[in-house]
């Protein structure tokens, strides 16, 4: 059973290109985003990162903008397995249909593949919690973080879990209830609030 859960996988370009100071031309320079979901059917990417806007210091010139586009797919989509030039040359022209890139120049691009980044929720996982109680069964083996727990977990979620385990380690307390328990509430961690 355990072989058959699911994943999804990630494949980010990440593209390096000079800033346009004019905005009319370089729509892209002039954002003050972290990251915006792409909601358009027609492109292959999902999501895209600025990362010099996370922190300047992501950049080594700050007349330099990193950007990367982001890929959520399975093994058998035929992004999945594309050469590293081919992504490249596919994420620009995505990026090109966005608007958002119009002048900038590229500077150095590369590509970083993830496989099973993403526990999925389909299929096998149905029957997840047989497989839990099985595992839970070893005395000497705690179930954490995100892939441990075939779970989405943020990190914050995935170094609790850790926490917990450690404290039930030193308790000496044999169930595993309460590293179950993290991130099964119904909020929304990435939401902003106040
Ligand atoms: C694309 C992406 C974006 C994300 N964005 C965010 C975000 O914005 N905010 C957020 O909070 N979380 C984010 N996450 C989630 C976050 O990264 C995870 O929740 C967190 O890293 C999980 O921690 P972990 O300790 O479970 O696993 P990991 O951080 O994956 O650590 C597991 C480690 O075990 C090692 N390992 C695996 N197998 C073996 C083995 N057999 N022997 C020895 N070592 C092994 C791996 O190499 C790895 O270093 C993101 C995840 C992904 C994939």
């Known amino acids: 059973m355990a072989s058959h859960l699911q994943y999804r996988d990630f494949?980010?370009?990440?593209?390096l290109f000079r800033k346009q100071k004019d905005q009319q031309c370089g729509k892209i320079s002039g954002l003050k985003d972290?990251?915006?979901?792409?909601q358009d059917g027609t492109l292959m990417a999902g999501r895209l990162?600025?990362?010099?806007?996370?922190?300047?210091?992501?950049?080594?010139?700050?007349e330099t903008i990193w950007v990367g586009l982001e890929n959520f797919c399975r093994d058998t989509d035929p992004v999945r397995n594309k050469e590293p030039e081919m992504m490249i040359q596919?994420?620009?022209?995505?990026?090109?249909?966005?608007?958002?890139?119009?002048?900038?120049?590229?500077?150095d691009a590369t590509v970083i593949k993830v496989p099973n980044a993403y526990p999925s929720y389909i299929g096998a996982y149905e029957?997840?919690?047989l497989l839990q109680k099985f595992l839970d069964g070893f005395q000497n083996?705690?179930?954490?973080?995100?892939?441990?727990?075939?779970?989405?977990?943020?990190?914050?979620?995935?170094?609790?879990?850790?926490m917990i385990a450690v404290e039930?380690?030193?308790?000496?307390?044999?169930?595993?209830?309460?590293?179950?328990a993290v991130n099964m509430e119904k909020d929304f961690h990435e939401e902003k609030k106040g």
Do not use: C
């Open 127 to 129: 029957q997840f919690p």
């Open 141 to 162: 083996l705690y179930l954490i973080g995100r892939n441990g727990m075939h779970r989405y977990n943020n990190t914050d979620h995935s170094m609790t879990t850790a």
């Open 168 to 180: 039930n380690i030193i308790q000496n307390k044999k169930s595993r209830d309460n590293i179950w």
């Open 11 to 15: 494949i980010i370009v990440g593209m």
């Open 34 to 38: 972290n990251w915006i979901y792409l």
């Open 90 to 107: 596919l994420a620009l022209e995505e990026i090109k249909k966005t608007g958002l890139i119009n002048k900038e120049e590229l500077l």
């Open 49 to 62: 990162q600025i990362f010099s806007n996370w922190s300047p210091s992501m950049v080594k010139d700050e």
